[in-house]
C-alpha cells in the first residue's frame, strides 16, 4: 500500500515539475512567443478557420439557407465532378502543365544558384542576383502585356523580325503546340532567380574546410561542385521537391487566365479556370468545392507519400 502511494507521488511530483517548467519557460521565452503571435493568427484565422467552409462540398448550399441549414447530398457533387466529361481533359491539362515545369523548371533554381556561387567578384554577384530577382516582382498582368507585345502575330516583335528576315509569321499566342511551353517559359523567366535565394542560403551552411581540402586534393571547380555542393543542399532540394509536389494541382490562375483565349481552350482549361467559372460565374458552389477539395487532397497524399519514400532512402523530408 505504501509503495503503490509512493508512486502516486512520485508521478503528482513529475507532473507538477513539467507544468512548472513549461511555465517557466514560457516567461522566460516570452517575447519570443509574442514575435511567433502574429504568424499563428495567421494561419489560425486565413487557413484554418476556412476550412470549415469545406463541408459545403458535401451539400447543396444555398447562400441563403447558410452552412447549417443547406440540404446534405453526400457525395453527390464529387460523383457529378468525377463523370462530367470535361474531368479528363481539365486533369491532363493541370498535370502536363505541372510536370512540364517540375521537370523545366525546378531545376533550374539549383543550377543557377551553383553557378552564382562560383562568382568571385562580389560586385559582379550582386549585380546578377538583382537583375534577376527583378522579374519575381513584375505581375502577371505586366508579364502577359510583355508577352503579348512580343509574340503577338500582328505587331510582335519576334513575327516582325521573322518577316523583315523573309520567313512567315508564327502565330505563339493563338497556336495549342506553343501554348503549354509557353507558360513555362513564362515561369521561368519570372521565378527561377528568386528561387535561388534557398538554395544560395543553404550553399552558405557547407563548411569551407571542405573545399579547401579538395583543393589540397586536386579536385575542380566542377567536382567540388558534384561532391561538396549538391550534397551539401541535397537535405533542401528534397524538401523543396516535396512541398512543390503537393502544389502540383495548382498551376497558377491568374497566369492561365491573362494568357488563355478561345483558341487555345482545349490545352488552357484547368481546374482553377473550371472553378471560377462555374464557381464564381455560374455560382455552382458546392460543386465547385467538391473539385477544389479533390485538388487538395491529391496535394495531401503526393506530400505524405513523397515524404514517406525521402524517409525511406534516409532524407530527413519535411516532418
Aim: with cysteine.
Amino acid at each position: 500500500m505504501g509503495i503503490q502511494v509512493t508512486k502516486a507521488n512520485q508521478q503528482q511530483l513529475i507532473q507538477r515539475k513539467a507544468k512548472t517548467s513549461l511555465w517557466s519557460e514560457f516567461k522566460r521565452d516570452k517575447y519570443l512567443y509574442l514575435l511567433v503571435l502574429p504568424g499563428v493568427l495567421y494561419f489560425l484565422i486565413f487557413k484554418y478557420y476556412p476550412m470549415w467552409g469545406l463541408v459545403i462540398a458535401f451539400q447543396d448550399y444555398s447562400p441563403y439557407l447558410g452552412v447549417l441549414k443547406s440540404t446534405w447530398v453526400g457525395f453527390e457533387n464529387f460523383v457529378r465532378f468525377f463523370t462530367n466529361p470535361s474531368f479528363f481533359l481539365l486533369f491532363r491539362n493541370t498535370m502536363m502543365i505541372s510536370l512540364l515545369s517540375l521537370v523545366f523548371f525546378f531545376p533550374l533554381p539549383i543550377l543557377l544558384s551553383l553557378c552564382m556561387n562560383e562568382v568571385t567578384n562580389k560586385y559582379f554577384k550582386r549585380v546578377i542576383q538583382s537583375v534577376v530577382y527583378l522579374p519575381h516582382f513584375l505581375s502577371w498582368v505586366i508579364i502577359a502585356g510583355i508577352t503579348f507585345l512580343i509574340l503577338s502575330q500582328s505587331n510582335g516583335i519576334v513575327n516582325m523580325l521573322l518577316e523583315h528576315a523573309g520567313f512567315s509569321k508564327i502565330d505563339f499566342l493563338t497556336n495549342e503546340n506553343f501554348f503549354w511551353g509557353l507558360l513555362t517559359g513564362q515561369n521561368i523567366w519570372k521565378d527561377t532567380g528568386w528561387g535561388t535565394i534557398i538554395f544560395l542560403a543553404a550553399i552558405t551552411g557547407i563548411d569551407s574546410q571542405l573545399y579547401e581540402a579538395a583543393k589540397i586534393d586536386g579536385a575542380s571547380r566542377i567536382r567540388q561542385m558534384w561532391h561538396i555542393t549538391l550534397p551539401g543542399i541535397r537535405n533542401v532540394i528534397i524538401i523543396l521537391l516535396i512541398l512543390r509536389l503537393g502544389q502540383i494541382m495548382d498551376v497558377g490562375f491568374e497566369q492561365v487566365f491573362l494568357m488563355s483565349n478561345g483558341a487555345v481552350a482545349n490545352v488552357a482549361d484547368v481546374f482553377e479556370t473550371y472553378v471560377y467559372r462555374n464557381g464564381i460565374q455560374q455560382g455552382q458552389f458546392s460543386y465547385t468545392t467538391a473539385a477544389g477539395l479533390f485538388k487538395s487532397v491529391i496535394g495531401l497524399v503526393l506530400v505524405v507519400g513523397a515524404n514517406w519514400l525521402a524517409k525511406r532512402f534516409g532524407e530527413e523530408g519535411v516532418y
